[in-house]
């Protein structure tokens, strides 16, 4: 292997992983010094039970004190609905957050989080262009003890310094990045995750697997990036059949979630070269699919389609998904893609889109295509405009 050029790591979560660990959220809020503490979430997690069950630890250990639970998270991070709950946030005094629930819920989190450490009382105007490059020296601590308890195996943002924020009225997923946004603990309790439904195991899942692709393929991999995306694929391969199909088995709820958090590790770190992720963003904000669903379709019609993208990095790609690597590189992406479909078959999840708002014609597909072409997604790395349309034609049935 030749020299790896410059690189830097920077990640500041604290990660606890295990049944039961969700008891550790009041103590991690004292110790960093939190006295009124905010639960945000959604309204299934309420329905489901789950917050019922966190608002109790809190009861029970006394200290710090939980002042109210925000429910109104929608599916994506809405900029209107982060504007709300950071006004209800100020209004109840609040000086910790806790998230509970999916990339949704945790990526509306560090949106409030970054609101009320910057002053802001609208998420616009820090994200102008629909994009926030709070990197390095620009993003300071924002002073918001944080902790985040992900209820699902998809999206790792309990520990990634990128939020995916939705501008409801551009219809465009724009991008939050901050290196102190992320939580300070992130608690990974299997637990919380037995009743999620088998369809929405199978989407998370498949949204981590593209974290862990695209970490690995990225212009910008280093060994780091491909030792935590290798082991995240092999983990994904095993596992999330399991949890498709065995909802409790705790093993593998487990590992999906360590999976989950290792991809995107690599992913975050790995530079903005994500264009399955491009599509995903652009058909997401544009036909409102949910974000798993939408990177688990486009990730195969991307690698059918722009097969060059993945080719560097092929023989890693085919030792990950445990393929021989002895042939060229195109027909080795093309064996990890039959892989993927496999895949998608054993976990119930079709590889396309249905739309019942009519059929997919030449001014869907040129509405979608300028949506990719401006996504924020695909500004540091924009795809072949030759390929836009082939893989979007892939991505629905029509």
Same mark, same amino acid.
């Given at each position: 292997?030749?020299?790896?050029?410059?690189?830097?790591?920077?990640?500041?979560?604290?990660?606890?992983?295990?049944?039961?660990?969700?008891?550790?959220?009041?103590?991690?809020?004292?110790?960093?010094?939190?006295?009124?503490?905010?639960?945000?979430?959604?309204?299934?997690?309420?329905?489901?039970?789950?917050?019922?069950?966190?608002?109790?630890?809190?009861?029970?250990?006394?200290?710090?004190?939980?002042?109210?639970?925000?429910?109104?998270?929608?599916?994506?991070?809405?900029?209107?609905?982060?504007?709300?709950?950071?006004?209800?946030?100020?209004?109840?005094?609040?000086?910790?957050?806790?998230?509970?629930?999916?990339?949704?819920?945790?990526?509306?989190?560090?949106?409030?989080?970054?609101?009320?450490?910057?002053?802001?009382?609208?998420?616009?105007?820090?994200?102008?262009?629909?994009?926030?490059?709070?990197?390095?020296?620009?993003?300071?601590?924002?002073?918001?003890?944080?902790?985040?308890?992900?209820?699902?195996?998809?999206?790792?943002?309990?520990?990634?310094?990128?939020?995916?924020?939705?501008?409801?009225?551009?219809?465009?997923?724009?991008?939050?990045?901050?290196?102190?946004?992320?939580?300070?603990?992130?608690?990974?309790?299997?637990?919380?995750?037995?009743?999620?439904?088998?369809?929405?195991?199978?989407?998370?899942?498949?949204?981590?697997?593209?974290?862990?692709?695209?970490?690995?393929?990225?212009?910008?991999?280093?060994?780091?990036?491909?030792?935590?995306?290798?082991?995240?694929?092999?983990?994904?391969?095993?596992?999330?059949?399991?949890?498709?199909?065995?909802?409790?088995?705790?093993?593998?709820?487990?590992?999906?979630?360590?999976?989950?958090?290792?991809?995107?590790?690599?992913?975050?770190?790995?530079?903005?070269?994500?264009?399955?992720?491009?599509?995903?963003?652009?058909?997401?904000?544009?036909?409102?699919?949910?974000?798993?669903?939408?990177?688990?379709?486009?990730?195969?019609?991307?690698?059918?389609?722009?097969?060059?993208?993945?080719?560097?990095?092929?023989?890693?790609?085919?030792? &990950?998904?445990?393929? =021989?690597?002895?042939?060229?590189?195109?027909? %080795?992406? !093309?064996?990890?893609?039959?892989? @993927? +479909? /496999?895949?998608?078959?054993?976990?119930?999840?079709?590889?396309?889109?249905?739309?019942?708002?009519?059929?997919?014609?030449?001014?869907?597909?040129?509405?979608?295509?300028? &949506?990719?072409?401006? =996504?924020?997604?695909?500004?540091?790395?924009? %795809?072949? !405009?030759?390929?836009?349309?082939? @893989? +979007? /034609?892939?991505?629905?049935?029509?």
């Amino acid at each position: 292997m030749a020299t790896p050029k410059y690189f830097m790591w920077d990640f500041r979560t604290i990660v606890e992983v295990g049944s039961g660990c969700r008891t550790f959220a009041p103590v991690r809020f004292m110790e960093m010094g939190a006295k009124r503490v905010a639960l945000i979430t959604d309204q299934g997690l309420v329905k489901a039970g789950i917050v019922d069950q966190i608002k109790e630890i809190f009861a029970v250990q006394g200290e710090p004190k939980l002042v109210g639970v925000y429910d109104g998270i929608e599916q994506d991070a809405v900029m209107r609905v982060i504007n709300d709950c950071a006004r209800w946030c100020r209004i109840n005094a609040v000086d910790g957050l806790l998230g509970v629930g999916g990339g949704s819920v945790l990526d509306s989190v560090k949106g409030v989080k970054l609101m009320l450490g910057m002053g802001a009382t609208d998420i616009k105007e820090l994200m102008p262009g629909n994009v926030g490059p709070y990197i390095r020296p620009l993003g300071k601590p924002l002073g918001i003890p944080n902790v985040s308890i992900p209820t699902t195996a998809g999206t790792g943002s309990e520990v990634s310094p990128i939020a995916v924020i939705y501008n409801e009225e551009a219809k465009v997923k724009g991008d939050l990045l901050h290196p102190y946004i992320a939580a300070d603990y992130a608690l990974l309790d299997p637990d919380l995750t037995v009743s999620l439904p088998p369809h929405m195991t199978a989407c998370t899942g498949f949204d981590a697997l593209g974290h862990a692709v695209e970490g690995l393929t990225s212009p910008g991999s280093n060994p780091m990036i491909d030792s935590l995306s290798i082991q995240a694929i092999r983990l994904i391969l095993k596992y999330l059949p399991v949890a498709v199909n065995e909802g409790t088995n705790l093993e593998a709820r487990t590992c999906m979630l360590i999976a989950s958090n290792m991809a995107i590790m690599g992913f975050a770190m790995s530079g903005m070269f994500y264009p399955v992720h491009n599509i995903a963003h652009a058909v997401g904000g544009q036909v409102r699919i949910p974000h798993g669903q939408a990177v688990g379709v486009a990730l195969p019609a991307v690698m059918k389609y722009y097969p060059q993208h993945f080719a560097r990095k092929a023989k890693d790609l085919a030792f &990950a998904f445990g393929i =021989d690597q002895e042939a060229d590189e195109l027909s %080795l992406v !093309e064996k990890v893609r039959e892989k @993927i +479909l /496999k895949l998608m078959e054993e976990c119930h999840f079709k590889p396309s889109f249905d739309i019942t708002d009519g059929e997919v014609n030449e001014q869907f597909l040129d509405l979608l295509f300028w &949506a990719v072409k401006l =996504d924020p997604s695909g500004i540091a790395y924009p %795809l072949p !405009e030759e390929q836009i349309k082939p @893989i +979007l /034609k892939e991505c629905f049935t029509c």
